[in-house]
């Protein structure tokens, strides 16, 4: 599960490098599909992985209005602030938690538990998801995506055996 949180960090900053070539206004551009724009696609991956973590130790989750960060540098600036958080979390996961309960109480009333293994992979498969959303969107715009491989990342350190 830690390899594919790095995979996603790491295709994360591919694609803000990849923004830095792109007009603001295109980054900006409402798109079908998706939860708006490129930026706030970015913004919306951060926040929400964030707010399950937080929700995960306990804490309280506060949702951030993607108004207040409408530009790459912004966006940047709030993943730095979460990241630290995020991580620190993910590379204390030992797997004795893959069954400990989160339970959430629904807009409607109802109680919902899942297990955090489930969460932590949901977090993984929404960046993935999203990511490819924003591959779509790249070749609309005419300009190449990130490569979504993850085979050269040096994400399983190379064991060397005697």
């Given at each position: 599960?830690?390899?594919?949180?790095?995979?996603?960090?790491?295709?994360?900053?591919?694609?803000?490098?990849?923004?830095?070539?792109?007009e603001?206004?295109?980054?900006?551009?409402?798109?079908?599909?998706?939860?708006?724009?490129?930026?706030?696609?970015?913004f919306?991956?951060?926040?929400?992985?964030?707010?399950?973590?937080?929700?995960l130790q306990?804490?309280?989750?506060?949702?951030?209005?993607?108004e207040?960060?409408?530009?790459?540098?912004r966006?940047?600036?709030?993943?730095?602030?979460?990241k630290?958080?995020?991580?620190?979390?993910?590379?204390?996961?030992?797997?004795?938690?893959?069954?400990?309960?989160?339970?959430?109480?629904?807009?409607?009333?109802?109680?919902?538990?899942?297990?955090?293994?489930?969460?932590?992979?949901?977090?993984?498969?929404?960046?993935?998801?999203?990511?490819?959303?924003?591959?779509?969107?790249?070749?609309?715009?005419?300009?190449?995506?990130?490569?979504?491989n993850?085979?050269?990342?040096?994400?399983?350190?190379?064991?060397?055996?005697?």
């Open positions: 599960m830690k390899t594919f949180f790095a995979y996603n960090w790491q295709v994360r900053e591919d694609w803000y490098r990849w923004c830095e070539e792109v603001e206004k295109e980054l900006l551009r409402t798109r079908t599909g998706g939860v708006g724009s490129i930026l706030e696609t970015l919306h991956i951060i926040d929400v992985e964030w707010s399950w973590i937080r929700l306990g804490k309280p989750d506060f949702q951030e209005n993607f207040d960060f409408k530009s790459l540098q966006v940047r600036e709030l993943d730095a602030r979460f630290p958080e995020v991580e620190e979390f993910v590379r204390n996961w030992e797997e004795s938690m893959e069954h400990n309960l989160l339970q959430e109480t629904m807009p409607d009333g109802r109680i919902v538990t899942d297990a955090w293994g489930e969460v932590m992979r949901h977090m993984i498969a929404h960046e993935i998801h999203h990511i490819g959303q924003l591959s779509v969107w790249a070749r609309e715009i005419g300009k190449k995506p990130v490569s979504p993850a085979i050269g990342r040096g994400l399983i350190p190379h064991r060397v055996d005697n």
